[in-house]
């Protein structure tokens, strides 16, 4: 395309929901508490995504538990939030901001996600994104590599919530594995796709010291960041693909610029999450990456992000 455009419209709907920019916290980054989500609401995100809630608060993994590296990040938190109660209290004041609000329900057994969503969803957030995918409680596999238990989950939670619903979804490395959810996603539907949690169970080590970064679970933990993004990008093309672009795609995992947003437009994605770039380079990010897509979509003369949206060609 060749049309210039002085300005490039950012912004996004998703599920019927106007985001003024398609750019936002992933969950999990500078999202636990009262002071943390406020600051995301004054600052240029385009949504407010809270960490994912379980039914009682928790202080999360012992520490250290995030790492930062050259490739990216490995974290091992282990759900630290504050519980959902307190979620359902803080919705209202965070809806002030005049941006969405995505509540991350998550669980440390099946029934605990219906329980959390039924509540959370009646404080009114925009939206809610369930985590099938936390790779770090010991001895609790990641639900969305458990195809028959995600569907059961999700059509629980679907009867108990009335605002868009979506899944934030571990990523697959095999297409039988994406065919195989995405018929779980046919039988039992939602209103987005969150792709991709962090990579599970990845072991960074420090050939200094000889050892481990984190203390949880013998150093395994998800690994987020630049090394992760040809992965997400492969979930978010695989899922637009067996869904005709019907479902819209938040594409998360590995964006520290404004073309790796790009590229995840491209690949699919309707918006973009940022995870370990938002905790490296705090709230100055979203300005950043925006102005970096802008120029990126002004340079190739596409009038809006929206436009961008799947139209990745192949050879
Ligand atoms: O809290 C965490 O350890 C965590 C969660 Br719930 C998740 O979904 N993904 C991640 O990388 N860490």
Redesign the pocket.
Known sequence: MTLAHDTVDLSCTIAGVRFPLCLMNAS?ALCVTREELEALGRSRTGAIVTK?MTLEART?NPEPRYYPFAGGSI??????NLGYRAYAELIPALKTFRKPVIASV?GLCEDDFPEIARTIARAGPDLVEV?L????IAGKPQIGYDFEASERLIRRVRAVVDCPLGVKLPPYFDPAHHAAMAEVLKRAPVDFLSLI??VGNALVIDPDRESVVIKPKGGFG?L?GPGIKPVALANVRAFWKAFDGRIPIIGVGGVVSGTDAFEHLLAGASAVQIGTALVEEGLKVFDRIAGELQAVLKKKGYPSATAVVGRLKEL
């Open positions: 999990g994912s999360g974290n091992s938190m282990g759900l630290p998550a985590n995918s936390c790779p770090n949690n962090s998800g987020g």
